[in-house]
């Protein structure tokens, strides 16, 4: 049986910090650019097709904290990735207005839409929007340390599934958030990530089923050379597979539409 793994990438320069004290995020957010030239170098050398939910903000000019066209262009420049949608300004949709959230689905457009937060409402707006597919969110809550921490110390297998038609659109749920070494988490030692990944790949694989890994660039900012090494060997442990003929590597467009037909 085929399984399929599905990165999804959420991308907000500081727009994901903007109701929060984002200080400390000032000096992470310097290291993006950088962090996702990496990322997608990654990408072409093990030939890897991405899905990038894009803040529509990022598409407007203004200073580098706020504002990335060129991130845009370098992740288009490559061919193989999607751009998603991450909503226009990153607000917490189920906390705005329905009017509000008609214009936070205006832009930018795109076949895929990445709640923020994944805080998921208005799903009737979405599909009106023009969207046809989302992000559902994990089957814990993987905001919360202590469940991340749980998870990768027992290597508890992350939640693989099928996409789900919804309303008219195919959830695609996220299986497994790549955890940032940020304050206590910078104790997590090397490999449990990839060792849940693993899991995750092959549950995927013996399932038949999707496993969805997902996670914003600036999670690398900390304990960078440590997080790539580890996540490059998800990359070449998800190849390997692909290499064998039992997994398929998907965008979340290319998912659903493999799944409407
Ligand atoms: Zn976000």
Redesign the pocket.
């Given at each position: 049986m085929n399984g399929t793994f599905c990165i999804s990438i959420?991308t907000?320069l500081l727009w994901?910090r903007k109701d929060l004290d984002y200080s400390k995020f000032i000096e992470r957010t310097k290291k993006e650019r950088d962090i996702i030239k990496k990322l997608l170098s990654l990408f072409s050398k093990y030939n890897i097709n991405t899905t990038w939910a894009i803040v529509g903000k990022l598409y407007e000019k203004g200073d580098e904290f706020w504002c990335g066209k060129d991130i845009v262009e370098m992740i288009k420049k490559k061919r193989i990735h999607e751009l998603a949608s991450?909503s226009y300004s990153?607000e917490d949709f189920t906390k705005i207005s329905r009017k509000k959230a008609k214009q936070e689905f205006k832009k930018p457009r795109a076949f895929s839409f990445i709640f923020?937060?994944n805080h998921i409402a208005y799903l009737d707006l979405l599909k009106k929007s023009g969207f046809k597919a989302y992000r559902g969110p994990d089957e814990t809550n993987t905001t919360k340390h202590i469940i991340q921490l749980i998870n990768l110390l027992l290597n508890i297998p992350p939640r693989t599934s099928n996409p789900i038609k919804d309303k008219g659109l195919i959830n695609i749920p996220g299986s497994m958030y790549f955890v940032s070494a940020r304050g206590v988490r910078k104790y997590i030692p090397y490999g449990l990530r990839l060792r849940r990944a693993k899991s995750g790949i092959d549950k995927a694989i013996s399932k038949g089923q999707i496993f969805h890994l997902w996670f914003?660039p600036v999670d690398f900012a900390d304990n960078e050379k440590s997080l790539f090494r580890e996540f490059e060997n998800i990359l070449k442990y998800a190849k390997s597979k692909r290499d064998k003929n039992l997994l398929e590597i998907k965008t979340m467009s290319q998912i659903a539409r493999g799944f409407s037909k």
């Open positions: 959420d907000e994901g991450h990153h923020p937060r914003h």
